[in-house]
């Protein structure tokens, strides 16, 4: 167990090794103890940017809890095809949240704002994974956030779905995406006039994605 007080001084420890951010990923099952983490941390010296890192399924009133505290929000957007977040989430509200909890995130962050070495220090990046067989989602995800936000958030468009075996017997999720369906998404893109953007090249679905949830370097 990590109390508040070990949390914050894995913060500022993490500050005087050098790190550029604190990455707090799906932190929302802790945020209360987090919240005071920060809070603890940022009295005692903490200044790097703060990384909220999340699947973007949120309620925009526990974000409030986040409010002065965080820098950058890295939200994912699923979906907004609500019978698709159903059958693979088992969460058809996720679009209902999902614009909620982006909405609170933006009007917390503001506009983006980056160092002379070209990091970002305050902002918000959603995330978007193609599926595949469902570019249409894709793109209508890609048109709510672009029509929405315009350039005051940056979109990644990531094709690095890996087919697990616990899905293999989907005819869909069974395979990669494929080259021709990403390009679709990049065109959408490039036709609304998504100029910030961040895309993946080359062969990016690999098992080596996948992180080690083995609690390494957790004291």
Do not use: W
């Amino acid at each position: 167990m990590i109390t508040v007080e070990r949390l914050a001084e894995i913060f500022l420890d993490l500050q005087r090794q050098k790190a550029n951010n604190i990455n707090l990923v799906t932190a929302g099952h802790f945020l209360v103890q987090v919240r005071e983490a920060l809070i603890l941390a940022k009295k005692q010296g903490l200044t790097i940017p703060v990384v909220y890192n999340s699947s973007g399924y949120e309620k925009a009133e526990m974000l409030q809890l986040l409010d002065g505290l965080v820098d950058i929000y890295l939200p994912d957007f699923k979906y907004m095809e609500s019978d698709l977040a159903g059958k693979y989430s088992h969460a058809k509200d996720y679009p209902e949240i999902a614009r909620e909890a982006l909405a609170e995130m933006v009007r917390q962050a503001g506009t983006p704002e980056f160092d002379d070495r070209g990091m970002m220090k305050k902002g918000v990046i959603v995330r978007h994974l193609l599926l595949p067989g469902h570019v249409r989602n894709s793109r209508k995800v890609l048109e709510y956030l672009y029509e929405t936000y315009k350039d005051q958030i940056y979109i990644s468009l990531m094709n690095q779905y890996t087919p697990m075996p616990a899905v293999l017997e989907d005819p869909q999720l069974s395979r990669k995406v494929t080259a021709r369906e990403y390009d679709r998404l990049l065109d959408h893109a490039i036709s609304l006039g998504v100029t910030n953007c961040f895309i993946q090249e080359g062969e990016t679905a690999k098992e080596s994605f996948i992180p080690e949830f083995d609690g390494e370097g957790i004291e």
